[in-house]
């Protein structure tokens, strides 16, 4: 599992625009993807390029020269059946943790879709309050809800509409104690959707960013919010993420995917920051 430390050199990240915040934040993790290498930084779903490699092409990278690309091939082989249900899986991910993680963070990253993307439709940005001491605990955890001491999850992803042309609708996919049982009875991510749909075109570049506040346990005061260009999207408030303050936010996962997928699917990924204040676009 990698081990992220707090980057020094602040000063000189911000001279570069990389983002712009007050120097009283921590930044708890950065990358530009300019070094060509994930390194221990990060784990990766796979070491085939075609699901998942750095980016060169000057339309396709947001600043500097690199960006990283993540791709979701169709599912190939038979057929699997999970808890009642059949899946084709289609997936790739790069995530980090930053343990032993924050009770407020603020995530900032650009992303681009791919201009053949069919639609969206899969698990997107995800970000995890995992136990410090287990953090591989959770993992594999669908379907299941939360206790108040294991995990929470907090999604950023495109939900398909029906007669609409784009990758899909922003949304949150959420895992946390108080959520509702799903028709099967098992506990599968609630949707949250904005007062305004907002619908991703394909072909160009979005800056998010997504705060998370843990709650006091014994209070609904936690927080999820998501801002899209600096514009506020969406915001969910008196939520319940956990019941222990030991329970913080520490991973993050940047993936694609899909159970049912029938198409490939890509998007490009670059200059992401974890802080613990607003992080806001980039200058240009």
């Not at 993807?33 to 390029?49: A, I, Q, V």
């Not at 609904?220 to 936010?249: A, F, H, Y």
Request: aromatic share 16%.
């Amino acid at each position: 599992m990698p081990t992220i430390k707090v980057l020094p050199f602040i000063v000189s990240l911000l001279a570069a625009g990389l983002f712009c915040v007050s120097a009283r934040c921590e930044i708890v993790f950065s990358e530009d993807f300019e070094s060509g290498n994930l390194g221990d930084r990060w784990e990766k779903y796979t070491e085939d390029p075609a699901r998942g490699d750095f980016e060169t092409r000057p339309v396709n990278v947001h600043s500097g020269k690199r960006s990283y690309r993540i791709t979701a091939l169709p599912p190939v082989g038979e057929a699997r059946e999970y808890e009642g249900r059949i899946f084709r899986d289609a997936d790739s991910w790069i995530r980090t943790w930053f343990l032993p993680g924050h009770d407020v963070i603020y995530i900032r990253w650009y992303a681009k879709f791919a201009e053949d993307m069919k639609n969206g439709g899969m698990h997107w940005c995800q970000f995890w309050a995992c136990r410090p001491d287990n953090p591989r605990s959770v993992v594999g955890g669908a379907g299941r809800r939360p206790d108040g001491t294991d995990r929470f999850i907090a999604n950023v992803e495109p939900r398909p509409v029906d007669g609409v042309d784009s990758p899909g609708q922003i949304v949150f996919y959420t895992y946390w104690p108080d959520m509702l049982q799903s028709s099967d009875g098992r506990y599968w991510g609630n949707f949250f959707f904005p007062e305004e749909p907002f619908f991703i075109e394909r072909g160009r570049w979005y800056c998010f960013e997504m705060m998370i506040k843990c709650n006091e346990p014994g209070k609904k005061d936690g927080e999820q919010v998501l801002w899209i260009d600096g514009k506020e999207i969406m915001r969910v408030d008196k939520m319940r993420w956990r019941d222990v303050e030991t329970l913080k936010l520490n991973m993050a996962i940047f993936g694609n995917y899909s159970g049912s997928a029938k198409y490939e699917r890509t998007y490009w990924l670059d200059d992401l920051v974890i802080s613990t204040k607003y992080v806001g676009p980039m200058e240009k």
